[in-house]
C-alpha cells in the first residue's frame, strides 16, 4: 500500500517563499514519476508540477514557472515543491501524487486521472 504524506504547508504572505515536501512509502524499488497538484475552493483540481524518476525531466504549469521548482531525493523517498515569489491565487491546499505509468517514463502527465496514488494534502494560504 502506497502511502504519500505532504507537509510544510501554511500562512505566508505575499512574495514570501515556502517548500513542500512528500514523503512517500510502500512502493520500493519503483520508479514512479511524481507531481504536484493544487485545489483552490470552489475549483477543480489541477496541475502544477511533475517530475521524473531520475528527476532529469521536470515540467510545470504556467502560472508558476519560474517560480515553483520541484526535485527529489530517492534516497530519502521525498520530493520537494520550493514555491517562491508566492501570490495569494497561489492559495489552496497542495497535493502530492505519484504516476506509475510506464508512459510517464516517456512525458510526464498533467491529467488527475493519470495518477495512481495521493496523499492528504497540505493547506498553502498567502496573504495579500
Known amino acids: 500500500q502506497v502511502q504519500l504524506v505532504e507537509s510544510g504547508g501554511g500562512l505566508v504572505q505575499a512574495g514570501g517563499s515556502l517548500r513542500l515536501s512528500c514523503e512517500a512509502s510502500?512502493?520500493?524499488?519503483?520508479?514512479?514519476?511524481m507531481g504536484w497538484f493544487r485545489q483552490a475552493p470552489g475549483k477543480e483540481r489541477e496541475f502544477v508540477a511533475a517530475?521524473?524518476?531520475?528527476?532529469?525531466?521536470?515540467r510545470y504549469s504556467d502560472p508558476v514557472k519560474g517560480r515553483f521548482t520541484i526535485s527529489r531525493d530517492n534516497a530519502k523517498n521525498t520530493v520537494y515543491l520550493q514555491m517562491n515569489t508566492l501570490k495569494p491565487e497561489d492559495t489552496a491546499v497542495y497535493y502530492c501524487?505519484?504516476?506509475?505509468?510506464?508512459?510517464?517514463?516517456?512525458?510526464?502527465?498533467?491529467?488527475?486521472?493519470?495518477?495512481?496514488?495521493w496523499g492528504q494534502g497540505t493547506q498553502v494560504t498567502v496573504s495579500s
Open positions: 501524487a505519484a504516476d506509475s505509468s510506464i508512459q510517464s517514463r516517456l512525458r510526464l502527465r498533467v491529467q488527475t486521472a493519470q495518477y495512481d496514488y
Open positions: 510502500g512502493r520500493t524499488g519503483s520508479r514512479d514519476a
Open positions: 517530475i521524473s524518476w531520475s528527476g532529469g525531466n521536470t
